[in-house]
């Protein structure tokens, strides 16, 4: 026999009225419920800075005058016993 658990995490927040009154509205035109706005938001939000961590380190030898595989041929041979 299984036994599932479900856990509800569940958090108070404060948000100013105004932005309050934002989010109702826009829960209201997509025939949403509050929570599920806000659900919506911060999901988007968390997946933005995940895609902008990710993308930091491209481009950064872009402006150099060196190669980066030779640079790091360089630094791997430091390593040697």
């Known amino acids: 026999m299984m036994t599932l658990y479900v856990i509800i995490m569940r958090t ?3 948000i ?5 009154d934002e989010i109702d509205s826009l829960a ?4 949403i419920s ?4 806000v659900r919506r938001a911060m ?14 380190g491209f481009g950064i030898w872009k402006s150099r005058k ?6 790091e041929d ?3 041979g430091e390593w040697s016993r």
């Open 66 to 71: 060196i190669d980066p595989l030779a640079y």
């Open 28 to 31: 209201k035109r997509e025939k």
């Open 74 to 76: 360089a630094l791997r």
């Open 12 to 14: 108070i927040i404060d």
């Open 34 to 37: 509050r929570a599920e706005a």
């Open 43 to 56: 999901a988007e939000y968390l997946e933005k800075r995940r895609n902008s961590r990710a993308d930091a």
């Open 16 to 20: 100013p009225d105004p932005l309050l």
